[in-house]
């Protein structure tokens, strides 16, 4: 008995026929979709050869848009894009982190149904809806505003606007539409949505024992949020963030119906006129002829190498982080 | 003995042999109040006044400060400035009588709850005002009837309508839908059932091209359907384009949702012999139904709602086209673009009853998804149960309300039994 020792034994899997199937069709799928997702890549990237070639470097340093006459470059573009996204990404997280410490810390039982429904609602809003609201509704009320800021805090270099003195009574509003401030206001009204529910995911795992370890030795609200909640969920907050800004980068109509274009380089945000990337497509997309399209294809591009990084960079934060990227 | 020195007579009475349990008496000389529950919670009283009095300070400094010293305009600034003075007043107030701590705690708590009631002011502002800006298209039926084939610019708007864009936005989603639901679920299903590196490489890029610009999906139809395949701007490049944009948010969301089905449901199905394939239709699927549906609706919402992509694809018309494959079509978040564009304010009012159409679209199609979402395995087993029990007692009574057959003097029991059931 004694010297008869238990060997493990070795496992063989067999898969019958069902099984097999089964595998194979489920693994043709997601080759199919990875597929799909490099065509993408590679049919953009394809079309906007002969533009790129055109240009070589010159296409990432030139400040204008005309493929006709062989001059263009995404420099201007990518300046106003981002500086859409910034300001989208500024007023989003404030409001996203408040509204989901609302939601997980101080709202009572129905109100944080009531608000998680909201928030949800609000993500599947169609942008052009939020386009509507910012064209037609915010524009003009945000314009004293903007006009306000200009005249007194002009001499910060970004909210200088050209021909606002601010000594002179300003002469008319129309100097403050159609800027990168009111883009990006609808923008970031956008993506705040989005991200208040990764931030509330994150900041409702936080485990209780460690909220109830810092009231107990006397914290108040406050300083749970400060010493346990937001350390606790920086990672989430970070990759949704950065998701939302993924987001802000790309969107096409509602800066399309805001902005009125310029194709230089336009850091004022105040000011009238601003330019993205993806509004530039919608906009010349169906006067071009095939150099211009493809051009824009070459634009297409950077605009969605750039959101693929800032993306992977995204999921990379938020699964290394310690709430995990369950969400 | 020792044991209970404070009872001396119990040590008395101990070699009556018999034990015996004695009750403390209460001592009458003390008198007891009555212990009344504290409230830990509840608005002392002056913390409500420093609050209303940091108000009213707030609002008089303001508008000594937009009238005097910078002038403001627009009622938006005046509540941006007053709202900073309340911020700077209150703190101040909260700071003579509390130490800082306290004082952070409050203002953190103002901060956060005025940021969630801005966040949904502002969002409830984005659907009413497009509602009573659209409420003089929306009252005419002929915006659900018609499309705008007869109807000029200057037309008033009880002609015209978008059924061209309905029908087109159905079209589209039906098309992105047909591909984006088998291909979806069996790539999650890949994801989760056959894991290893290539899994998780397609699980990365998947993930992201969840942030995929919708006007680079279009602009990929664009430039492989239509202009390397040589086919028209139609109804199913724009179909393509959505699929192309759905595709991975679908897949995300199923991943996620056949994730959360409890490996020990896996396992026993596992355990009964049943092979992998079994196992995911008889187990997986059916947990994860509810899940799913939830995920499908919310990319439809999404997939709607988009007007970049098919911006690019579809091409414009005023008139009905019912056929996919040739001619263009309109949808409805393009038809609310192109009504907007225009200077007229009949366009314009049009073009904001489309979007009530549209975010109508979406909110019934969000509700059934939450409905359907609230819906768990346990709850659907217990309502099949309540249902199965209200046919047995419907079957009772209709067997023992039943005309007199042959047997009446066994129908009774019969009743009985089948309730049971």
């Known amino acids: ?327 | 003995m020792s044991t209970i020195p404070q009872q001396p007579e119990a040590k008395q009475r101990s070699d009556v042999g018999q034990p015996t349990t004695y009750l403390p008496q209460a001592d009458p000389d003390i008198v007891t109040v009555p212990q009344v529950r504290r409230m830990t919670g509840g608005v002392r009283i002056g913390d409500a006044l420093s609050l209303v009095g940091a108000i009213l300070a707030a609002l008089a400094l303001a508008t000594i400060v937009s009238s005097q010293i910078a002038p403001i305009r627009g009622f938006l600034a005046f509540f941006l400035v007053t709202y900073a003075l309340f911020l700077v007043i209150y703190a101040l107030l909260v700071w003579l009588d509390e130490p800082p701590s306290v004082v952070a705690d409050r203002v953190v708590a103002v901060l956060v709850q005025s940021g969630a009631f801005v966040l949904v002011l502002a969002l409830t502002s984005v659907l009413t005002y497009t509602v009573i800006r659209g409420r003089s298209a929306v009252v005419h039926s002929n915006l659900l009837t018609r499309d705008m084939t007869t109807t000029g610019p200057l037309d008033p708007l009880t002609s015209g309508g978008v059924s061209h864009a309905i029908v087109g936005t159905l079209i589209q989603i039906s098309i992105a839908l047909a591909i984006t639901i088998p291909l979806g679920i069996t790539a999650a299903l890949f994801l989760t059932e056959v894991p290893g590196p290539f899994a998780r490489f397609t699980r990365t890029i998947v993930e992201a091209m969840t942030a995929l610009p919708s006007i680079v999906a279009g602009l990929f139809i664009l430039s492989s359907f239509i202009l390397v395949l040589g086919f028209d701007k139609s109804g199913l490049a724009a179909g393509l384009a959505i699929t192309v944009m759905m595709l991975p948010i679908m897949i995300r969301a199923a991943d996620v949702v056949f994730r959360l089905v409890p490996s020990t449901l896996k396992e026993a199905s596992l355990a009964l012999g049943a092979g992998q394939f079994r196992t995911v239709l008889n187990v997986v699927l059916p947990t994860a139904r509810g899940g799913l549906t939830t995920a499908i609706i919310l990319a439809t919402a999404r997939g709607i709602g988009e007007t970049s992509p098919v911006l690019l694809t579809a091409g414009y018309t005023a008139s009905l086209n019912r056929n996919p494959l040739t001619g263009p079509m309109v949808s409805l978040p393009l038809a609310v673009f192109e009504f907007v564009k225009s200077p007229e304010p009949t366009m314009v009012a049009r073009g904001f009853g489309t979007a009530v159409v549209l975010m109508l679209l979406v909110l019934i199609l969000f509700v059934s998804a939450r409905i359907i979402g609230s819906q768990d395995v346990a709850k659907r087993a217990r309502r099949r149960q309540q249902r199965k029990a209200v046919r047995g007692v419907v079957a009772g009574l209709v067997s023992r309300f039943r005309p007199a057959t042959a047997d009446v003097a066994t129908s009774s029991p019969t009743s009985t039994r089948s309730s049971d059931a």
């Not at chain 1, 998680?116 to 910012?134: E, N, Q, R, T």
């Not at chain 1, 006009?147 to 002469?171: C, E, L, N, R, T």
């Not at chain 1, 460690?210 to 937001?230: D, F, H, N, S």
């Open chain 1, 1 to 327: 008995m004694g010297d008869e020792v238990d060997q493990p034994r070795k496992i063989k899997l067999v898969r019958d026929l069902p099984d097999k199937l089964f595998r194979g069709v489920a693994s043709a799928g997601g080759v199919t979709v990875l597929l799909i997702m490099l065509l993408v890549g590679t049919f953009l990237a394809l079309k906007a050869a002969p533009a790129l070639h055109q240009a070589g470097f010159s296409f990432f340093t030139t400040q204008a848009w005309n493929p006709d006459g062989r001059h263009f470059g995404v420099a201007a573009l990518l300046v106003g894009t981002v500086l859409i996204a910034l300001v989208a990404v500024t007023i989003a997280v404030p409001l996203s982190t408040a509204t989901a410490l609302y939601i997980t810390e101080y709202a009572p039982g129905r109100m944080k149904t009531i608000l998680i429904g909201v928030i949800d609602l609000m993500a599947a809003i169609p942008s052009v809806v939020y386009g509507l609201w910012g064209f037609f509704f915010l524009q003009s009320r945000l314009a004293p505003v903007a006009a306000w800021i200009a005249q007194h805090f002009g001499w910060i270099p970004i909210f200088k606007v050209k021909g606002v003195d601010g000594h002179q009574p300003i002469s008319s509003l129309t100097l403050f539409t159609s800027s990168t401030l009111i883009a990006g206001l609808v923008v970031g009204m956008m993506i705040t949505p989005v991200i208040t529910s990764i931030m509330r995911e994150v900041f409702s795992q936080v485990p209780v024992g460690e909220r109830e370890a810092a009231l107990g030795l006397g914290g108040t609200k406050a300083g749970v949020i400060r010493t346990v909640v937001l350390p606790f969920g920086k990672g989430g907050m970070i990759g949704g963030t950065m998701l939302g800004l993924g987001r802000a980068l790309g969107e096409t109509i509602a800066v399309y119906m805001i902005i009125s274009p310029v194709f230089t380089i336009q850091p004022h945000i105040l000011q009238s006129g601003a330019i993205s990337v993806s509004s530039l497509i919608a906009l010349q997309f169906a006067e071009s002829n095939s150099f211009g399209l493809s051009a824009l294809m070459a634009a297409g591009l950077t605009l969605f190498l750039i959101t693929l990084l800032i993306n992977f960079a995204a999921s990379s934060v938020v699964a290394r982080s310690r709430s995990g990227a369950s969400s």
